[in-house]
């Protein structure tokens, strides 16, 4: 009997592990829709290219590094590598207390974990601006210090944060700090060293494919059920309860994330005088032709760039609220990630209501928290930080209100345990403060070598700043005559350099020698007068499209007047 449940098991596994590779792709069809056609290809590429770095690595050290129990609590030894212990192994399992794996199932599930996690952060990170070359040289060493060391902190026997070890047990599930965390914090610090897109690439901001943006988040739906249920190692009736409260808490953040952007989505609020919005409208043209480079100058109401939303409220978006199926991908993409680390911890027949709290609370906490960026001037161009950094906080913290009695936990304030809340705490703050920290010092050197420069255009952020220092400087000497928010703006009428033209054209002309995810198609877009209802907005408007010095910008005016603009779009 015991054979018939251990074949059972290793089928579960297996099945479990099969759906994993939907995750792979699916954060890469999620990725390549979100961003603009000229780096599409790079984001579809990416998870796919990286897939062979991360699975020969893991193959010769990685798995050992995390799963060989070694001496210390901080990283495995080298007694796994390249699979040695399988050659005069005894039995072909690997136990562990929530049951027992075959050896290569326990191998290669805990492999696309890690590929997974590399999926969820490099793509993003380096959103058109960066240079596939040296974040390769930083995947290695983020791979062997850092992941390497944190997924031995919390899911080895011997690790100092894990259940097992019992002495500072951190609930993680399926990977809320492994996973999440450190993808997030990782994000975070690639984008703060690598400095803001250029704001001539967001003008008229478009997603390359919508389409692509629901395909990849069905796909990680897919992926995700097998990546948290298959944590349980084993096939019981709790493997569908984790699965159940999977799609339950994605639906509920989805659901509260759209709702979210939808009240946020009309500038002014229904109701607001047609005299009020077209005020309002005018300042941010006038804002955005003066707009800064720096992302702090630039937010709006809603948290996005002005000269994203000016982009999205030139027409009737000003007059009523809409529904965005980003916005509700997004939500649906942040309940997968704030369940992870609750998993089986936070599922039974008879709290499925948790996964509900689980899905209001992310939905809300993770849509607010994109706004953060603004605040602290990091260009996190996929929001990375805010869908998997702070979701996973998140997740763990609830984790440790919510846990049941399960895998050898003592449960969280729900069963009276109340310290577990404090060693969720000092998982998130730990592994968030090493990532973060060990990212910046590697990102750092890697940039210092010749030839390894993170961004495609290197003088970027050496410019920006030496212009924001002569605003001030300006400034200082003349308070009187200089306005400060026009000199921190690069005039785009200056000539730009090579390599700025180089980053303006895009990530998959740069990386991939003009290879785009579709072929160039064009076509005339013609904006009726009706669409500006005075001559004076109208002709700001045309003032700042024309303005515009960047590659696809090619405009002309309409031969049947000069309200009519005719604009080559992609």
């Excluded at 060989?68 to 901080?74: L, T």
């Excluded at 298959?230 to 759209?258: H, P, Q, R």
């Amino acid at each position: 009997m015991d054979d018939v449940w251990t074949v059972i098991n290793s089928l579960y596994m297996i099945y479990c592990t099969s759906l994993l590779p939907l995750a792979i792709i699916g954060i890469a069809l999620f990725y390549s829709g979100l961003t603009q056609r000229r780096s599409s290809l790079t984001m579809l590429a990416l998870p796919v290219f990286l897939t062979p770095f991360v699975l020969i690595e893991w193959f010769i050290w990685g798995y050992s590094l995390c799963y060989s129990s070694s001496s210390n609590r901080f990283i495995g030894d080298l007694n796994y590598a390249v699979l040695r212990h399988m050659r005069d192994s005894v039995t072909n399992n690997y136990t562990t207390p929530r049951g027992d794996i075959w050896l290569m199932n326990h191998f290669l599930f805990n492999g696309f974990m890690k590929i997974i996690c590399v999926c969820l952060t490099f793509p993003g990170c380096v959103a058109e601006r960066g240079r596939i070359l040296p974040m390769i040289v930083f995947l290695f060493f983020w791979s062997v210090i850092i992941y390497n060391p944190v997924t031995y902190w919390f899911w080895n026997r011997e690790g100092w944060l894990s259940v097992e070890l019992n002495n500072l047990p951190v609930l993680d599930f399926a990977g809320g700090n492994c996973i999440h965390i450190v993808s997030g914090f990782t994000a975070l610090a690639y984008s703060y060293i690598l400095g803001p897109r250029n704001p001539k690439i967001l003008y008229d901001y478009r997603s390359a494919n919508t389409g692509h943006i629901i395909i990849g988040t069905f796909f990680m739906i897919c992926g995700w059920c097998g990546f948290v249920a298959g944590c349980d190692y084993k096939f019981t009736i709790e493997s569908l309860y984790i699965i159940m409260n999977v799609l339950l808490c994605a639906s509920t953040s989805g659901i509260i994330w759209m709702l979210i952007d939808y009240y946020f989505s009309a500038i002014p609020l229904e109701g607001a005088p047609i005299e009020s919005t077209l005020s309002n409208h005018k300042d941010k043209i006038h804002v955005l032709r003066r707009s800064s480079t720096n992302i702090r100058t630039a937010p709006s109401v809603t948290g996005v760039s002005i000269n994203q939303h000016y982009h999205d409220t030139k027409s009737n978006f000003v007059q009523r609220r809409k529904i965005s199926i980003i916005s509700f991908s997004s939500g649906i993409v942040t309940g997968l990630a704030v369940i992870t680390p609750g998993g089986g911890y936070v599922s039974s027949p008879t709290e499925f209501w948790k996964s509900f709290v689980f899905g209001v609370l992310g939905g809300i906490v993770v849509n607010l928290s994109t706004r953060l960026k603004y605040f602290v001037q990091i260009d996190d161009a996929l929001d990375i930080f805010a869908i998997h950094g702070v979701a996973g906080i998140l997740g763990s913290l609830l984790t440790g209100i919510f846990a049941n009695q399960r895998y050898n936990s003592d449960g969280g304030w729900v069963k009276g345990h109340w310290i577990q809340f404090g060693y969720q705490l000092l998982g998130c703050t730990v592994t968030a403060a090493y990532v973060f920290v060990l990212s910046c010092v590697f990102l750092y050197c890697i940039d210092l070598i010749p030839g390894l420069h993170l961004r495609m255009d290197v003088t970027f952020n050496q410019r920006m700043r030496e212009e924001k220092e002569k605003a001030q400087t300006e400034s200082t000497e003349s308070p009187g005559s200089v306005d400060m928010e026009e000199q921190f703006v690069p005039h785009t009428t200056k000539e730009i350099t090579y390599l700025e033209k180089l980053e303006l054209l895009g990530t998959d002309c740069y990386e991939f020698n003009g290879e785009y995810f579709m072929d160039f198609m064009e076509f005339i877009k013609v904006i009726r007068p009706q669409d500006y209802p005075f001559d004076q907005l109208a002709e700001e408007a045309e003032t700042q499209y024309d303005s515009v010095n960047a590659i696809g910008s090619d405009y002309q005016m309409h031969p049947e007047g000069v309200h009519h603009i005719a604009r080559k779009v992609e």
